[in-house]
């Protein structure tokens, strides 16, 4: 059996989905403030009830460190990182290994080549990651081989392997996808959502990346959580034991955070953070209903992760 590319924690309990943070949506924080540091970061989103984080290390010392730290408070690791061959990978898997991360997101550039190029790409990424034991997932991102709706869905049909670390805010603005989405649009989205297992949780009006949202009651808030839904129904109908569906609440500083003429963000993004964090547990909830109950345990040679 082939190497199945999915988080999963080894243990016999339902599918579940982990709340986290990454390094770089928690840089600059608090607003106004003496900026947190890497143990204060840790443990504000400890006690927020997240029980993940998503690293970005260079160095063994820097990895050493953080994971020891994440270990302390019990937070699930994932790796991310950029990368345009798939040789440039190779120190990432090792830095993911050492750190005992349980899986690599990778933001690969080239926004402007053809989807027979893309799809040969990283189907050279899949052999090497997965056989170095890690699930691998590829960012949605701006600028990258998943700049644009089409060209994704092109890249599926021509690597049904492919699975994704879903950030949809990036085709929101990319597209300008103000309003209500079209059902080409839904068409397209569910194509690439039922392909995530993993999640970032960042909201787009179509016209900045990300926006405040309030209390979360408003259309673009509700559209998101919809296809949230989607995506998560999707991945529970197909989960098993043990595994686990990554959702990051990943909200950056300017130029992605809004500010005003004094250089002051005008979004509070921790309180943001929390927001989203509550609008994923609901998309959760909502998505239950319509998923089949896993009715095995992975198999033997399943990928498991060390967390």
């Known amino acids: 059996m082939g190497f199945r590319n999915q988080v999963n924690d080894g243990t016999s309990n339902p599918p579940r989905l982990r709340l986290q943070q990454n390094a770089w949506g928690l840089s600059q924080l608090p607003r106004g403030g003496i900026e947190w540091s890497t143990p204060e970061r840790l443990d504000k989103i400890a006690a927020a009830g997240f029980t993940g984080f998503e690293a970005a290390c260079q160095i063994p010392q820097e990895a050493d460190e953080l994971a020891g730290m994440l270990r302390d408070r019990n937070l699930g690791i994932g790796f991310s990182t950029t990368a345009t061959e798939a040789d440039d990978l190779l120190p990432y898997i090792e830095l993911a290994h050492r750190m005992r991360a349980d899986y690599l997101t990778v933001q690969v550039p080239g926004s402007l080549m053809a989807s027979p190029q893309i799809a040969d790409l990283l189907e050279e990424m899949y052999e090497l990651v997965n056989d170095a034991g890690l699930p ?66 960042r909201i787009s009006f179509g016209e900045q990346i990300q926006n405040d949202i309030g209390d979360g009651a408003g259309e673009p808030a509700r559209q998101f959580k919809k296809l949230w839904t989607m995506g998560f129904s999707a991945w529970l109908a197909k989960a098993r034991a043990g595994d686990v569906l990554p959702f990051g609440c990943q909200l950056g500083f300017a130029p992605y955070s809004l500010t005003d003429l004094s250089g002051r963000e005008i979004s509070d993004r921790w309180e943001q953070c929390l927001v989203i964090k509550r609008l994923a547990e609901e998309a959760w909830a909502d998505a239950q209903p319509a998923a089949e109950e896993p009715t095995e345990p992975p198999p033997a040679d399943s990928n498991v992760s060390l967390r």
């Open 136 to 201: 691998l997932f590829i960012e949605t991102h701006r600028g990258t081989v998943t700049q644009d709706l089409r060209r994704t869905v092109k890249v599926i049909n021509r690597f049904k392997k492919v699975r994704f670390t879903g950030d949809f805010s990036h085709y929101v603005v990319a597209g300008e996808l103000g309003g209500a989405w079209s059902d080409d649009v839904w068409d397209h989205f569910q194509q690439i959502a039922r392909r995530c297992g993993n999640w970032r949780g």
